[in-house]
């Protein structure tokens, strides 16, 4: 979502709507802009999750015509995203809020493509400099063999076709290698059906691992001697 903003010059308009937000009982706002937020931790997600589509709808605001779409689409991702992960939260489902979350995800699926330029794993990266490089030293010796046909205007008009020519060809190469094929992504699509097998699935949180890591290991290393801390933390 932050690079679709930096594409579309709306950062400014949504860290301002960001900084708007008020209190509310059992809400805090945050204190640093939302491009500062360097760590998500569960309960600031929690917090804050349910106010991103309203946010984005704010800074996206006064768009032109031919910015519409894409608009659309980033919101409809979004705002279906929020709303699954909003009604996921619920200790009891029925027949009718497992329909409601498989219509958010059959909104997200269709849209999050929208988002996909703006997911480059460093892997693809290097794939895309070494692109560039190479096609930027053929062009220089196809330039050196022809450069006595050419004037100053050719050069010129050349060297804009050149750099069209390679910004093209390494969005082609970050559109074709990227994707969203990571575990958490297909995981979504199984919830409905975990809940139906498995009743609530409340149970099966992850936080009273994570407590007792902190409780039983961190905590007892802390007051070991480092030295044989496996023994005496048992």
Same mark, same amino acid.
């Given at each position: 979502m932050e690079g679709f903003l930096k594409k579309h010059k709306r950062e400014q308009a949504f860290n301002n709507a960001w900084k708007e937000i008020l209190p509310y009982?059992?809400?805090s706002t945050q204190k640093k802009v939302y491009r500062e937020i360097t760590q998500w931790q569960g309960?600031?997600?929690?917090?804050?999750?349910?106010? *991103? @589509?309203? *946010?984005?709808?704010?800074a996206l605001r006064n768009l032109d015509h031919s910015e519409y779409p894409d608009f659309k689409s980033a919101l409809k991702c979004i705002t279906g995203l929020v709303e699954f992960t909003l009604m996921a939260q619920y $200790? @009891?489902? +029925?027949?009718d809020t497992l329909s409601y979350i498989e219509s958010y995800l059959q909104r997200f699926h269709p849209t999050k493509d929208i988002f996909l330029e703006f997911?480059?794993?460093?892997? +693809?990266? +290097?794939?895309?400099?070494?692109?560039? $490089?190479?096609?930027t030293e053929l062009m220089a010796y196809q330039r050196a063999k022809e450069v006595?046909?050419?004037?100053? +205007?050719?050069?010129?008009? =050349?060297a804009d076709q050149e750099r069209v020519e390679r910004s093209k060809g390494r969005a082609d190469l *970050?559109? $074709?290698? /990227?994707?969203? /094929?990571f575990?958490?992504?297909?995981y979504l699509i199984h919830f409905a059906s975990h809940v139906q097998h498995f009743g609530s699935i409340s149970m099966y949180s992850t936080? *009273?691992? /994570?407590?007792?890591?902190?409780?039983?290991?961190?905590?007892?290393?802390?007051?070991?001697?480092? /030295?044989?801390?496996?023994?005496?933390? =048992?």
């Open positions: 009982p059992r809400f309960k600031k997600i929690r917090n804050h999750g349910p106010c *991103i @589509s309203a *946010i984005l709808a704010s $200790r @009891s489902h +029925t027949p997911r480059t794993l460093k892997a +693809t990266c +290097t794939q895309a400099n070494h692109q560039d $490089r190479e096609l006595h046909k050419r004037t100053l +205007t050719n050069c010129s008009w =050349l *970050i559109r $074709r290698e /990227n994707h969203f /094929n575990n958490k992504m297909p936080k *009273i691992g /994570n407590l007792a890591y902190k409780n039983q290991i961190k905590d007892g290393y802390g007051r070991s001697n480092k /030295n044989e801390a496996a023994r005496q933390i =048992l």
